[in-house]
Nanobody, 124 residues
Framework: QVLLVESGGGLVQAGGSLRLSCESP????????MGWFRQAPGKEREFVAA????????YYADSVKGRFTIDRANAKIAVSLQMNALNPEDTAVYYC?????????????????WGQGTQVTVYS
């Protein structure tokens, strides 16, 4: 059963923008804390951003702070990630994740459910 589905990835030139969305077909994640992670080829999956269930508490990795914005705008879209000023180092598969208990928002072990990922490729 697919609980989280990412969309919005693609190919973009450096300096451009993309908006990723994570939908939850058939199930509400309004009572979950949500996060975005990414994994580049040959690298570990790393934290990008997270938002709590109220939408009021957010965390960002230093590498994306000031360029990316996480939000949970409506019930249909569990979480979104607006990515601006993209650079080739942002190239990765991006995953959304949901946590029922948000002990350590930046750690992937915290999260209970994961999407299948969406590819983001930034070229210079």
């Amino acid at each position: 059963q697919v609980l989280l589905v990412e969309s919005g990835g693609g190919l973009v030139q450096a300096g451009g923008s993309l908006r990723l969305s994570c939908e939850s077909p058939g199930r509400s994640f309004s009572n979950y804390d949500m996060g975005w992670f990414r994994q580049a080829p040959g690298k570990e999956r790393e934290f990008v951003a997270a938002v709590d269930r109220t939408g009021n508490i957010v965390y960002y990795a230093d590498s994306v702070k000031g360029r990316f914005t996480i939000d949970r705008a409506n019930a249909k879209i569990a979480v979104s990630l607006q990515m601006n000023a993209l650079n080739p180092e942002d190239t990765a598969v991006y995953y959304c994740a949901a946590a029922s208990s948000w002990s350590f928002p930046t750690r992937k072990e915290t999260y209970d459910y994961w999407g299948q990922g969406t590819q983001v490729t930034v070229y210079s």
